[in-house]
């Protein structure tokens, strides 16, 4: 103990040895047994002991655990040092030096901290970078799972190698996402410029591929899909614009062959000027906004519409013109258009049947047909209306004879003469006239193999009839004289019965108008012969007196009535023909010429009219036949013969009627039924319009007549 | 009748709402009895312009008349004759026809309905029989072809049927007629009414036309008979015809009234042949006419008869105008003719 604290101890000691003194002489005073003396100083002896030992134990402590801060120490720093990929220098430089520990540990400090430090701004670089590539990733939107080994840093692996790895791979990322981004921009500027082309909303075409696109945000959608779509849509776009812009071309051309067509004015033209002026262009051309809107070939295309009606309407309206003209030629040549009547109707041409051109053409053709026709016919037209004219001036003559008053000098009497005067000679001539047209025609029809029609009706039976005509009336004439004479004869006999002459021929004077229907504008008039056949009847009826006597001439001249009625039932044919009926029952019926205001009902016409009837409608009942079968029952007078009793009713003549003012009463007009075509209401049976209105239907067993 | 006499005279009021079928007014007042398609039969005061009754039948009303004020009979379309009794509003079938009934007369002389039918029969009937059509029905005559048209005068009947015959019958003795005619106008006969003096009767067809005719079957009396022309219409040269749907004879001077589907009434002189007078135009056909039984009313049925089918036309009315003698009154005759 004292070998170890040279000066200390010795101190010590020398206080320790004072206090032994000092405890010696304590102990002497007291007289302290020397045992108790001994076990006092071993004891001291042994807690001085124990006291060093644990001062030893202490810093033996002390001094592992600095060693072992050391080593710890000095393993970081080697463990970081390898991480950041550098050299661990002054590792084990202290290894053989003898220098005390706590130097030691004050050395390798500081290293440490400045290694850690070093560590932390590296691995902040290492989380930088791989964030960034990262995002990159996510936005073009690579599946980041394959890089997913970058997101977790490696802790043990900072070094500068691999952080330029990093750096490079988010270089290369970010240039790909600026080839995308570009790619991007490229197709949304086609697709812009498309959008605006066609008039469509390129926001609403954008959004709808990817919300983000459409320029309100910031980023944009640059992931391959995206850009796949892009594609898609311009594709698409591109394929409407090329259909559109083919339509609008199409409809340009139109255009502006119409315009051409009808001289459209410049002023017109000017407002679809941008509808025409991309006729040829391609389709890259075509980059004015809106040119292809939907709503711009809408308006372009009801232009061509309006401008086809236009063209369609005058097409028509040339058609017509050329019909007109034709008819016109044909009239003034007196021709019928008949054969030209080829449907040249415009609704052929609006159904789309005919072509309009096609038709013009042939309507021109007609035309010039027509008019070489006409021209070829001038020659005979002129002797046709002169022809015409003579007639007309027969006929007025003939009018003119039968006015019992015509030399009545009157104001204008010499003008009237002097027409007949003239008349008569140019009724002498008619002949001639009939033989010079008759040969012209024969010639005309033999040089052209047709017949030579006016108004449609061959002119060579026209003139056949007007001979006809003549000779009957010839006939006729002949006829009344002998009637004449005969009634001369039969006064004579009365005169020599009941000693009066009854006045002569009273009615006979008024009615013998023997018509020769001059003008052939009523060459199917009748009137002329159906007064004939009155005529001839009251002549007959007048003369009943002396029936007995004259019972067979009488006869003859009933025959001779009713045949010539028959004779001039074709006629009535014709005329009635004329007539229109309405499905109804109110009828439009001629009245016929020269009626007498008031004639009895005269049974003898009744049946004339019936026959008459009879003939014309074959098809009715034969219950309403001539009522002769029937009157005899209906009668109860004696008269057997049906003759007797026609000849016997109307014996007195009635007399006419003096005109009353018709404000205050009117004459009847009584005259019996001209040959007027009956109605049957049904097919056979007749209903009233009571019972058509019932709806009244004659059951089928009652059809036969009960009588 | 009214301080203003309007043109057509006056219309009376509730009309019927369909066709106008006949009209008549009664032979002791101024009651106007009306039948109509529209299946009624009302009874008016044409004075008063007052509606007193209305019955409803079966089907559309053909016909009807008086039995006396109180009573009338009607011929109707569901085939069923029917006594009306006015005061009560009551109605018996007094029988049946086979087919619907067309025309109606009540003859004061022997106190009997005639009824004729498109079932080409002539039924008389005694209606103050009991109830019962076995009772009341005196007699069914066949006739050549369905029933149009009837008159009564005296002991006369005229019957006019499809097929232009004319049946002359006296009540007295109904087994056959008493004469058979054919209708000398050559259409379809309309109407028929007799002459009040009972000489002979008026037959109108649907072709505008008149035959004045007589009973007397000898010469002389068949040389008066003439037919006329009226209710026409001249257009551009043609002449348009309307059916003559009505008759009246004037109770007093015997002139007579025709009415035609061309809305004009027209009044005649038959014996002077002249017409007399013509109305203003009535606003569609004239169905049916009345002189009331002094003759100083008459009754005018503008009503469509449907003579161009079912087609759009003017409401039906019924106009009671004032007759004015100088409209009805014959006027001699300027010359004397010599055929009468």
Known sequence: ?707 | MTAVPQVAGQELESPPSDGISNLRFSNHSDHLLVSSWDKSVRLYDASANLLRGEFMHGGPVLDCCFHDDSSGFSASADNTVRRLVFNYGREDILGRHDAPVRCIEYSYATGQVITGSWDKTLKCWDPRGANGPDRSLVGTYTQPERVYSLSLVGNRLVVATAGRHVNVYDLRNMSQPEQRRESSLKYQTRCVRCYPNGTGYALSSVEGRVAMEFFDVSEAGQAKKYAFKCHRKSEAGRDIVYPVNAIAFHPIYGTFATGGCDGYVNVWDGNNKKRLYQYSKYPTSVAALSFSRDGRLLAVASSYTYEEGDKPHEPDGIFVRSVNEVEVKPKPKAYPNPTT
């Open chain 1, 1 to 707: 103990m004292y070998n170890h604290h040279n000066d200390p101890p010795s101190h010590m000691e020398t206080t320790c040895g004072s206090l032994l003194s000092e405890l010696q002489k304590i102990w002497d005073e007291v007289g302290e047994p020397d045992v108790e003396r001994d076990t006092m100083l071993l004891e001291l002896e042994q807690e001085c002991l124990e006291a060093y030992r644990r001062k030893v134990d202490q810093a033996n402590r002390c001094r592992a655990q600095m060693r072992q801060a050391v080593a710890d120490s000095e393993a970081e720093l080697a463990y970081l040092c390898a991480a950041l990929g550098e050299r661990p220098v002054h590792i084990r430089k202290f290894e053989q030096s003898t220098a005390s520990l706590k130097k030691e540990l004050e050395l390798i400090t500081p290293q440490l901290d400045e290694m850690r430090k070093r560590k932390n701004e590296r691995r902040r670089q290492f989380v930088e970078i791989l964030d960034q590539i990262h995002n990159i990733s996510k936005e073009l939107c690579r599946s980041t799972e394959d890089n997913l080994f970058t997101m977790a840093i490696d802790e043990s692996d900072l070094s500068l190698k691999q952080l330029e790895e990093l750096q490079r791979q988010s270089v290369t990322l970010q240039k790909e996402k600026g080839d995308r981004l570009k790619q991007v921009l490229d197709h949304l500027n086609t697709l812009e410029s498309l959008c605006l082309v066609l008039g469509t909303d390129f926001k609403h075409t954008v959004s709808e591929i990817h919300p983000t696109l459409d320029g309100s945000s910031s980023t944009k959608n640059i992931s391959v899909d995206t850009i796949e779509r892009l594609a898609a849509a311009i594709c698409s776009l591109k394929e409407v614009k090329i259909q559109r812009m083919q339509r609008l071309q199409d409809l340009a051309t139109t255009m502006v062959e119409l315009w051409c067509l009808m001289d459209t004015p410049i002023q017109e033209q000017q407002k679809f000027q941008n509808v025409t002026q991309n006729i040829g262009a391609s389709e890259d051309e075509i980059s004015e906004p809106n040119i292809l809107s939907l709503e711009f070939i809408n308006f372009a295309e009801a232009e061509v519409l309006r401008l086809q009606q236009i063209k369609s309407s005058k097409i028509k309206e040339v058609l017509l013109k050329k019909k007109l003209d034709l008819e016109e030629l044909c009239r003034t040549a007196h021709m019928v258009a008949k054969a030209h009547a080829q449907d040249y109707s415009v609704e052929a041409v609006e159904c789309g049947a005919l072509d309009p051109s096609y038709l013009l053409e042939q309507i021109e053709l007609q035309i010039s047909k027509v008019k070489e026709e006409a021209f070829s016919r001038t020659d005979i037209l002129e002797k046709i209306e002169k022809w015409l004219a003579a007639c007309e001036e027969e006929c007025w003559l003939e009018e003119y004879n039968r006015d019992d008053n015509r030399y009545n000098a009157g104001r204008g009497t010499h003008l009237i003469l002097k027409r007949a005067e003239k008349a008569r000679a140019l009724v002498n001539k008619i002949p001639a006239m009939v033989e010079t047209l008759t040969a012209k025609a024969r010639t005309w029809e033999k040089e052209r193999g047709v017949e030579f029609s006016y108004d449609g009706v061959r002119l060579l039976s026209m003139l056949e009839q007007y001979s006809v005509l003549k000779q009957e009336k010839e006939q006729e004439r002949q006829r009344q004289r002998d009637q004449k004479r005969l009634q001369g004869l039969l006064i004579a006999e009365q005169e020599a019965l009941f000693g009066s002459k009854p006045s002569p021929t009273k009615s006979g004077k008024k009615v013998s108008r023997p018509s020769m229907g001059g003008s052939y504008n009523n060459r199917f008039s009748l009137g002329g012969a159906m007064l004939q056949i009155a005529n001839a009847e009251k002549i007959g009826h007048s003369s009943s007196i002396l029936k007995k006597s004259n019972r067979v001439k009488q006869q003859t001249f009933q025959n001779q009535s009713l045949s010539s009625a028959k004779r001039n039932l074709d006629a009535t044919g014709l005329a009635g023909k004329q007539h229109s009926f309405n499905s109804s029952n109110t009828q439009e019926i001629k009245s016929a010429p020269l009626r007498k205001p008031l004639s009895p009902v005269s049974s003898a016409l009744l049946s004339n009219v019936n026959i008459q009837n009879g003939i014309r409608t074959e098809h009715e009942p034969l219950k309403r036949t001539p009522p002769n079968s029937k009157t005899p029952e209906a009668t109860p007078t004696k008269e057997i013969s049906v003759v007797d009793e026609e000849i016997s009713t109307p014996r007195t003549m009635p007399i006419p009627m003096p005109p009353t003012p018709s404000t205050v009463s009117v004459a009847m007009q009584t005259a019996m039924t001209p040959a007027t075509p009956c109605f049957p209401l049904g097919e056979d049976i007749e209903f009233s319009f009571e019972e058509s209105r019932f709806g009244f239907v004659l059951p089928k067993t009652n059809l036969k007549p009960l009588d």
